[in-house]
């Protein structure tokens, strides 16, 4: 017997440690920046907080789904048990492809907790490399794999390209996280399908080493990867576009492009932008107000630059 609750709220943002363990109930996890503060478990409630965003060095923190796949097979499932039955509430925010899989994970845990399923595994390796990395893992585009990834997490693409994920309605998350964990399942039993990547992108503005583009493909950002890009901002406008969704960045830590001191800059400027070392965003909820020229500005004025060889 299990109880495993899904709670989707997309327009909840900034709850701390603290607040949820006293607000939210025993049996409760919290996934992938709901809880904007790195793992935290109360094994007195149990709750717990899985996170590979905020306050973590992020290279050397596996991805939400990753932690989590680890965390079922080296016994999570003994803290979360009510009366001999697995009992859990998830409570999330996004319905990205870390989310997707973090859930479908917890959701079938049963499938996630045994070691020996190849094509899971294998999944959750790649989604792990891919999403530590902001998708800047070098992985061939046409990679098998990859195409089955792109076809597995397409719901979400979709929407995001499409605007659905702007109005930050929970039935929409839903039903993404929903697809995905169906489209999930069918690629675990051999069922799964491939797409091809669309990897357009243009480039609209930077400075020293840097680029900020616009992704005119789902995937644009790989793209610009392969060419050479370890440094980037990707902009996106929200609805009518007097907001933006950002994620700014870096391939690695080895890369001269000051993410702490881009973070504190924009947070002086309107606040409630967060993540590690390596990559950083404005609030997911409100997006931010910085329009794309002023954020390269702002960018340029923290002095990034390329090493002299």
């Given amino acids: 017997m299990s109880n495993v609750e ?12 603290g607040n949820f363990r006293r607000g939210f109930g025993p049996y409760s996890v919290a996934l992938d920046g709901y ?36 965390y079922l097979r ?18 999330v925010n996004d319905c990205d492809e870390d989310v997707c899989l973090s859930v479908f994970l917890l959701q079938n ?15 959750v390796n790649a989604e792990d490399l891919l999403d530590a990395t902001a998708g800047a893992y070098p992985f061939p585009g046409d990679l098998a794999l990859v195409e089955e990834m792109t076809w597995i997490f397409e719901p979400y693409r979709i929407a995001r390209r499409t605007g659905q994920l702007v109005e930050r309605d929970s039935a929409v998350f839903r039903g993404i996280i929903d697809a995905v964990g169906e489209r999930i399942a069918r690629h675990v039993l051999g069922r799964g399908e491939k797409r091809t990547l669309d990897l357009r992108y243009e480039v609209i503005g930077g400075g020293p080493g840097w680029k900020m583009i616009h992704e005119i493909g ?4 790989i793209a610009a990867f392969a060419e050479g890009v370890q440094a980037y901002a990707v902009a996106k406008p929200n609805g009518e576009g007097k907001r933006f969704s950002y994620t700014i960045g870096r391939t690695s830590t080895f890369v001269p492009f000051d993410i702490p001191a881009i973070c504190a800059e ?10 590690g070392n390596l990559v950083i965003g404005p609030d997911r909820v409100l997006g931010s ?19 002299a060889g």
């Fill in 6 to 17: 899904l709670v989707v709220h997309p327009n909840v943002s900034g709850v701390t440690w």
């Fill in 35 to 70: 809880v904007t503060e790195p793992f935290r478990f109360d094994p007195t409630l149990p709750a717990v907080n899985v996170n590979h965003h905020d306050g973590v060095d992020r290279l050397s923190t596996r991805s939400t789904s990753g932690q989590v796949a680890l």
């Fill in 74 to 91: 080296v016994g999570m499932l003994a803290a979360f048990q009510k009366s001999g039955a697995i009992k859990m509430r998830i409570y």
């Fill in 109 to 123: 845990y049963q499938l996630t907790r045994g070691v020996m399923n190849p094509i899971l595994n294998r999944l």
């Fill in 218 to 221: 789902d995937h644009g950002r």
């Fill in 266 to 275: 924009l947070n002086a400027v309107e606040g409630k932008w967060g993540g």
């Fill in 289 to 307: 107000g910085i329009k794309p020229t002023n954020l390269e500005r702002i960018i340029n004025q923290c002095g990034p630059q390329v090493r």
